[in-house]
């Protein structure tokens, strides 16, 4: 499918724990989803949130919820968070015995279904499961740490990808996590991303609201930009 639109996610793991209600309350009219790194202290080092604190943040907030579960044995928990009420749920395929399986059960559990391909784990050999997922989401840092700094050969990955869902005509978010910021987001954009996953760049900013609308007009002039080249290629313009 065309890129027709910019999701921007900021992400929950660079605001302020204490003041959750804060950082969603301070995004909600500008951010398309809110991500929400679950990490278990086994499949990454770190240990952050999980079933209770999103079943509070669905209660919350009328945003989507972006989960992205960088867990042991997925194919355990993730159905949970669907369950939850999770907009979408992202599980990595190093993490999962069953990829396809899992992301059946989130989808009839109601949720969409994403898949996480980390740092040093090649796209290539996924991409004859991307129809059975609505978002693939490739992280541009190692996962597991916050306010990393972003690495641009993993783009590659992204451009592999975008190539594939062009060519198999997917309906498919290729999302990316891990060191977005306004001297980022364009050149992942031109990879071929339309998620943005930003932490530090927008709550680490004095007004929130307003890094997302900057970060939105620089991916967004991207596409607007690819959708020129292609009107002029087929003689619209």
């Known amino acids: 499918m ?41 499949f990454v080092p770190n240990l952050t949130i999980g079933p209770p604190v999103v079943k509070s943040l669905k209660a919350a907030t009328g945003l989507p919820l972006d989960c992205h579960l960088m ?39 109601g949720s969409k279904a994403g898949l996480a391909i980390d740092r040093d784990t090649p796209v290539e050999e996924f991409l004859d499961i ?5 978002t693939l989401l490739i992280m541009t ?43 980022t987001i364009a050149a992942a954009a031109e990879a071929g991303a339309d998620a943005f996953v930003a932490g530090t760049a927008v709550y680490g900013a004095q007004d929130p609201a307003e890094a997302i609308r900057r970060l939105r007009a620089l991916a967004d002039s991207v596409l607007t930009s690819d ?6 290629r087929s003689g619209g313009g």
Not at 72 to 89: C, H, K, S
Not at 130 to 134: R, S, V
Not at 227 to 232: F, G, L, N, P, S
Request: charged residues 25%.
């Open 141 to 183: 840092i190692k996962a597991g740490f916050g306010g990393q700094a972003f690495m641009p050969e993993l783009l590659d990955k992204v451009r592999t990808a975008r190539q594939a869902v062009k060519s198999g005509h997917l309906e498919l978010r290729i999302e990316v996590d891990g060191g977005i910021a306004a001297d």
């Open 130 to 134: 991307l129809p059975e997922f609505d």
């Open 2 to 42: 065309d890129r027709t639109d910019t999701v921007i996610a900021p992400s929950l793991l660079a605001a302020d724990f204490a003041r959750l209600d804060e950082a969603m309350a301070a995004v909600a009219g500008e951010a398309d989803w809110l991500h929400v790194d679950v990490m278990d202290n086994h």
């Open 227 to 232: 959708a020129t080249v292609r009107a002029v």
């Open 71 to 109: 867990i042991a044995d997925p194919d355990r928990w993730a159905v949970g968070y669907a369950e939850l009420g999770a907009y979408n749920v992202t599980f990595h395929a190093e993490a999962a015995a069953n990829p396809v399986a899992i992301a059946k059960d989130l989808r009839a559990a």
